[in-house]
């Protein structure tokens, strides 16, 4: 079975490098490494490593295929980014764009099912679905498999049960994406590497956080919550939470839970995680509207690395931000979609590394994403 590997080189921390790629799943760690892409299931000891394979360049055998794309809510920062690349590349590796399709799905799983039933009697060649729910997986393989139609699930990664019934029936499914504990760990490392004594605004021995996660139904709200508060403990810090509000991803919803928890909590906040850049603006727009100032009396960090939140982050007014690699991700899937289509076949699983990124590496990760 074979795979696509794609790297995005991204120079980090003044004398290093960093490679971000895209490659098979591998074992969950307790604490998983800024290189590691640790996962959700364990792979066999035994397995072998895949060997490379490149997507054609340009294949005019592609341009009569139609690809069907599901993106759960078209206005969602991150999937902006990456369907947009999604698109650029697919057109680059041959696909027609007269052939190519995205649907929003409006964050409604009920218009996203009726956008893959249309894709169906549209008899597209391949599907490549962020669903609205990922615990529709299950029904939305069952109809995808039983067209015909290979079938590719981004950024929102279906169960462990779900993905072994692939596995167990060789199906034409896989799932791309980067695993969401790795890119929490990396928000609570940003925050220990402060130093307790920095951190610890009120000298109690204890850090203050609050919280605001993004969808509950999506695994990545999950293990960003779950991670970023574990990195602390893990490096022996003892934490308290303030507040823990759901924010959906949306950066007015945050903007109003974090003003609500400094009118509540007011100088004890001391951190401010936030599972995704969106909702870190929000809380900054808060932040500053309470006469707080990021790096100096509070903490921020997000996950995605959007232009903005870079930004924010060279000029001290966000701690920190992961990489969320767009790039990497959509062209991976792109591949995937392409080895169906040739018969070369994927893995169940194709994993992509985040980024951390301080205000050391965050000018050369705006770069490489422009």
Same mark, same amino acid.
């Given at each position: 079975?074979?795979?696509?590997?794609?790297?995005?080189?991204?120079?980090? $921390?003044?004398?290093?490098?960093?490679?971000? +790629?895209? %490659?098979?799943?591998? /074992?969950?760690?307790?604490? !998983?490494?800024?290189?590691?892409?640790? /996962?959700? &299931?364990? $792979? @066999?000891?035994?397995?072998?490593? !895949? /060997?490379?394979?490149d997507a054609p360049a340009g294949d005019s055998d592609l $341009?009569?295929?139609?690809?069907?794309?599901?993106?759960?809510?078209?206005?969602?920062?991150?999937? =902006?980014?990456?369907? &947009?690349e999604l698109e650029s590349y697919l057109v680059s590796l041959g696909f027609s764009a007269e052939n190519i399709t995205i649907q929003d799905g409006q964050n409604d799983q009920g218009t996203q099912s009726n956008q893959i039933d249309a894709f169906i009697n549209d008899k597209v060649d391949v599907l490549i679905i962020n669903p609205v729910n990922s615990s529709s997986a299950e029904?939305? =393989?069952?109809?995808?498999? %039983? /067209? +015909?139609? @290979?079938?590719?699930? #981004?950024?929102?990664? @279906?169960?462990?049960?779900?993905?072994q019934r692939w596995a167990d029936n060789n199906w034409d499914v896989t799932y791309v994406g980067c695993d969401a504990r790795q890119s929490g760990t990396m928000q609570g490392e940003m925050i220990v590497d402060l130093g307790l004594e920095k951190v610890d605004l009120n000298g109690d021995g204890k850090v203050q956080y609050i919280m605001i996660e993004g969808d509950p139904e999506n695994v990545d709200a999950k293990y960003r919550t779950e991670f970023s508060v574990k990195a602390l403990v893990d490096a022996g810090w003892e934490v308290e939470e303030l507040d823990d509000q759901v924010g959906n991803w949306d950066q007015v919803k945050a903007q109003e839970l974090v003003s609500n928890a400094l009118g509540q909590h007011g100088e004890k906040i001391e951190v401010v995680f936030c599972n995704n850049d969106a909702m870190a603006l929000g809380a900054l727009q808060a932040i500053d509207t309470a006469g707080r100032k990021v790096g100096e009396d509070i903490f921020l960090v997000g996950v995605d690395a959007l232009s903005e939140a870079l930004e924010n982050v060279m000029n001290g007014t966000m701690t920190g931000t992961v990489f969320n690699d767009h790039i990497s991700q959509s062209h991976s899937a792109a591949d995937a979609a392409v080895n169906y289509l040739t018969g070369a076949g994927n893995e169940h699983y #194709? +994993?992509?590394?985040?980024?951390?990124?301080?205000?050391?590496n965050a000018q050369e990760v705006l770069d490489s994403v422009k």
């Open positions: 079975m074979k795979k696509k590997v794609l790297a995005a080189l991204l120079s980090v $921390a003044m004398v290093a490098t960093l490679l971000a +790629g895209c %490659g098979s799943k591998e /074992a969950p760690a307790e604490a !998983p490494a800024e290189t590691e892409a640790p /996962a959700e &299931t364990e $792979a @066999p000891a035994d397995a072998e490593e !895949p /060997a490379e394979t $341009a009569s295929k139609k690809v069907g794309v599901c993106i759960y809510q078209f206005s969602d920062n991150f999937m =902006t980014l990456f369907r &947009t029904t939305i =393989t069952d109809k995808v498999v %039983g /067209a +015909g139609i @290979p079938l590719v699930y #981004i950024n929102r990664e @279906p169960d462990e049960s779900e993905e #194709i +994993g992509c590394d985040y980024v951390k990124v301080t205000t050391e």
